[in-house]
């Protein structure tokens, strides 16, 4: 189950990486210094502090340049190889199932690098039609609506497999109480 539910954490984090590389890496950095992600063996130096400065400054960087009319079309030449490695380590980080190591990452290059790669093209399309239909000015628009994507896609990566586990928990409990009082209600024969 916890194996699941890190492919899908790690799946949803990796989609995040189509909007913005560095946003997703630094939330599982941070996700897995607090202890709230599992990472997968070999991976732990993600929650490591350089990893977190180093992720943490190249976040703010890629956020301030996307601002910036003109460097957004190059930096989208250079994010789309970025946020399909970006969301395959993501992917092969938080999935901690034993499996080869070939499989994992044959793995999560097919599900983080594949959702980070749709959503990166996403983007790339929208910025494009937005540089050709307003000369680059619309394209502050479409960076804000990228970033307040990758923030709540981000978000809900993170806490909807909790609720998820939650809600199977509750329907457990829900089901096993219906049982006794079924058991409880039916008289007995003696």
């Not at 890629?62 to 957004?72: F, N, Q, R």
């Not at 093209?121 to 307003?134: E, F, K, P, Y």
């Not at 307040?148 to 809600?167: E, R």
């Amino acid at each position: 189950m916890e194996g699941l539910l890190g492919l899908g954490m790690g799946i949803g984090l990796s989609a995040c990486c189509g909007f913005r590389v560095f946003l997703p890496l630094l939330a599982l950095s941070i996700g897995a210094k607090w202890g709230h992600i599992p990472l997968a063996q070999s991976y732990e130096w993600i929650a490591s502090w350089p990893a977190l400065l180093a992720l943490f400054t190249a976040t703010v960087c890629e956020i301030l340049a996307y601002y910036i009319p003109w460097i957004d079309h190059a930096l989208d030449a250079l994010m789309s190889p970025l946020s399909i490695l970006a969301g395959t380590l993501i992917t092969v980080s938080t999935f901690t199932a034993d499996l080869p190591t070939t499989q994992k990452w044959i793995l999560a290059l097919m599900t983080g690098g594949g959702a980070a790669g749709v959503i990166q093209t996403g983007t790339v399309l929208a910025r494009a039609t937005s540089g050709a239909t307003t000369l680059g000015l619309g394209n502050f628009l479409v960076s804000t609506l990228e970033l307040l994507s990758a923030i709540f896609g981000v978000f809900l990566s993170l806490f909807i497999p909790l609720l998820i586990v939650g809600f199977v928990l509750f329907l457990f409990l829900f089901l096993i109480f219906r049982f006794f009082q079924k058991r409880k209600s039916t008289p007995s024969l003696s």
